[in-house]
């Protein structure tokens, strides 16, 4: 008999040619003594998987059975038992179900259209309160209104910013595993609570916590950077800048206090004019948004900010978004245009990155809320 030959004595033992053909791929010396055992000795597991053998050596219906229970007979069952009782973790990639699946803007935006929000909604304050000389100025020489037909949307907008996070929603855990896995590039989904998220620049293992003042519109507001083929480009470039080794800043949690200001500039009628000159409120809100986000980094890295001068940086990025809007847009229009055409960065990479930045537990950053009200004097940056 050739040693690089299976051979059996029976027609039941060749189960169908299983065993030659994989004996055939995978040559063994073959022990009287010990038999067909031996000679599959050796053989990966994935391929007695796929050629049915083990199901043929174990099952006592299909005729063949040992005399003695052997040890190898024992190892190959729990092995193959082990093998076809893989489950896949929750959350993990290979699930076809949410949250595993990114999501849209767009698709999040739905969500929140056919929902039932009339409990949030009634919390909102569409427009700022003026009495007296304030609201005569504001009547004379403020922005115009916003046209009666856009309010709803305006309400809209406003309502999801009093939402808050619910990890039990599998919208929500699809809208955050989105937003990681595209500013990370990381293919598997991670838990909406733990220590990677400090690493996006939330404060603590929990991202619910930084959504004061903004809502859910601030992960929405995310969700819009992330997913728009235009602006990914730049949001990774405010990331990297965020983790630069001595200008490092909390990146979502600078985004939260960006939607701040976005949501202040609505309520105020900053945004009114272009509203109405393009008919919509929710694509000129993020446009808005992500217009004030491109002129902090382009400030941050310019100015040589560090994490000391936050508060004082988004006071007087509150105050030029308010009074020229229009011109953080043209800013914006500008630098999409540059991406576009596929040229380099306008924001302008820093000279050298170092090593990871510390965790945002480890830094103190000074949002919007919490400056003194003396702070809002300051030179503004355009």
Excluded at 21 to 38: F, Q
Excluded at 77 to 94: L, Y
Excluded at 242 to 261: A, E
Aim: hydrophobic share 40%; with cysteine.
């Amino acid at each position: 008999m050739n040693e690089n030959s299976c051979s059996f004595h029976s027609e039941k033992e060749l189960r169908d040619g299983q065993v030659e053909s994989v004996c055939a791929a995978y040559p063994l010396p073959y022990d009287k003594d010990t038999g067909v055992l031996r000679a599959l000795r050796g053989i990966p597991i994935s391929e007695l998987k796929n050629h049915g053998i083990l199901r043929a050596l174990t099952a006592e219906a299909n005729g063949w059975q040992p005399g003695v229970v052997n040890a190898e007979v024992l190892r190959a069952q729990e092995e193959w038992e082990a093998v076809d009782n893989i489950q896949t973790e929750p959350g993990s990639q290979a699930s076809v179900d949410q949250p595993g699946q990114l999501i849209s803007f767009s698709e999040a935006l739905q969500h929140f259209q056919t929902v039932d929000l009339s409990s949030f909604k009634k919390r909102i304050q569409p427009t700022i309160r003026r009495t007296g000389l304030a609201a005569i100025r504001h009547c004379l020489f403020g922005p115009p209104k916003l046209h009666q037909g856009l309010r709803e949307e305006r309400d809209l907008v406003l309502t999801i910013a009093q939402c808050g996070l619910d990890s039990q929603d599998p919208m929500h855990g699809r809208v955050l595993q989105t937003i990681y896995k595209k500013l990370t590039g990381s293919k598997f989904d991670c838990a909406l609570h733990g220590d990677h998220w400090e690493d996006l620049g939330f404060q603590g293992a929990n991202p619910a916590t930084d959504l004061r003042g903004a809502g859910f519109l601030a992960l929405l507001h995310l969700l819009y950077l992330v997913m728009d083929s235009k602006t990914l480009l730049m949001a990774q470039e405010i990331f990297r800048l965020s983790r630069h080794h001595i200008q490092q800043f909390p990146f979502c949690l600078m985004s939260v206090n960006i939607t701040r200001i976005t949501i202040q500039a609505l309520r105020e009628d900053s945004l009114s004019r272009e509203c109405n000159r393009q008919q919509k409120v929710i694509p000129v809100v993020n446009s808005f948004y992500a217009a004030t986000f491109l002129r902090l980094a382009h400030v941050w890295r310019t100015q040589q900010k560090t994490i000391a001068d936050s508060g004082f940086v988004l006071k007087d990025l509150e105050v030029l978004a308010k009074k020229s809007p229009r011109r953080l847009l043209k800013t914006l229009e500008i630098y999409l245009a540059g991406v576009s055409k596929g040229q380099a960065s306008l924001l302008g990479a820093p000279k050298c990155y170092g090593p990871q930045a510390p965790h945002s537990k480890d830094l103190t950053f000074t949002g919007v809320c919490d400056l003194p009200p003396h702070s809002s004097e300051g030179t503004w940056l355009i």
